[in-house]
T-cell receptor
């Protein structure tokens, strides 16, 4: 079983819609979850951190963490063409807080 | 505040040459990470340092790769001799402490001919 899984996409949504990105992980003891956005040819950029169960909102972005079901999701409301990018989820492995475990990313395309 | 600074941004060189990539972490960050990113394998952690000390280099592909961190504000990743399969984007990242997010530099796009 892979440590982390993301749907590679591409996920295509119309402008103004809600984009929903999901990430599942295998290690129940994992903590400190992050969502990064990576534009083509650029470096990963941190957009959300979440450390406890529930929802965390920041502007148009909402991160949701469910440790019992071992998934973390990212919702983007009112999607804009500028949101078109690859979204990477990452988390720290239980017992090894220094190495981030990375998903391969989901490609999002927001169509005008 | 200045972010992670990497140089060069692009490097094109011939097989067999030595390549040196440089990184300056964010001031006050105590951990530094070197990654390689390819389409096929995604982000791969090569090595990381904590308080300038290498902690885990299990991701370094082979002996041709080496990394140093002589002080808190500078690190290098060297490839000698370089091979075409080393072509990738190399990122450096740093963080403030345990369980904290990592912040990335702009990366070095390396092409070995």
């Amino acid at each position: 079983q892979k440590e982390v899984e993301q749907n590679s996409g591409p996920l295509s949504v119309p402008e103004g819609a809600i984009a929903s990105l999901n990430c599942t992980y295998s290690d129940r003891g994992s903590q400190s979850f992050f969502w990064y956005r990576q534009y083509s040819g650029k470096s990963p950029e941190l957009i959300m951190s979440i450390y406890s169960n529930g929802d965390k909102e920041d502007g148009r972005f909402t991160a949701q963490l469910n440790k019992a079901s071992q998934y973390v999701s990212l919702l983007i409301r009112d999607s804009q063409p500028s949101d078109s990018a690859t979204y990477l989820c990452a988390f720290y492995n239980a017992g090894n807080n220094r190495k981030l475990i990375w998903g391969l990313g989901t490609s999002l395309a927001v169509n005008p | 505040d200045a972010g992670v600074i990497q140089s060069p941004r692009h490097e094109v060189t011939e097989m067999g040459q030595e390549v040196t990539l440089r990184c300056k972490p964010i001031s006050g960050h105590n951990s530094l990470f070197w990654y390689r990113q390819t389409m096929m394998r995604g982000l791969e952690l090569l090595i990381y340092f904590n308080n300038n000390v290498p902690i885990d280099d299990s991701g370094m592909p082979e002996d041709r790769f080496s990394a140093k961190m002589p002080n808190a504000s500078f690190s290098t990743l060297k490839i000698q001799p370089s091979e075409p399969r080393d072509s990738a984007v190399y990122f450096c990242a740093s963080r403030t402490g345990d369980f904290q997010p990592q912040h990335f530099g702009d990366g070095t796009r390396l092409s070995i001919l």
